[in-house]
């Protein structure tokens, strides 16, 4: 995958992730369970490429990619306060 096609991936990948981070974040509230979180994504990471046709990266070269955003969105919920409890 070139630079071009990898930061144009990562672009339209942002708002996805940062709705599905949200989606997780509120089925499992609990804030020790990152690796289940995690796990959580990669469920839905996968079943989403194994279900698009037009999609020619794979789940093993995608997922540090998306792991890499997802730990951007939650490092910038975090900060801001959006994840904390009240």
């Known amino acids: 995958m070139n630079i071009l096609t990898y930061l144009s991936w990562v672009r339209k990948l942002w708002n ?3 709705e599905i981070v949200k989606l ?3 089925t499992i509230p ?3 369970a990152g690796k289940e979180k995690l796990a959580a994504f990669d469920i839905m990471l996968k079943a989403a490429l194994e279900k ?3 999609i020619d990266e ?4 995608l997922q540090p990619v998306a792991h890499d955003i997802v730990a951007a969105v939650v490092t910038l919920f975090n900060a801001t306060g ?3 409890k009240s």
Do not use: M, N, P, Y
């Open 16 to 18: 996805t992730v940062v």
């Open 82 to 84: 959006l994840f904390r």
């Open 58 to 61: 794979s789940f093993d070269k």
């Open 30 to 32: 609990d804030d020790g």
């Open 24 to 26: 997780i974040e509120e």
């Open 52 to 54: 698009a046709d037009d």
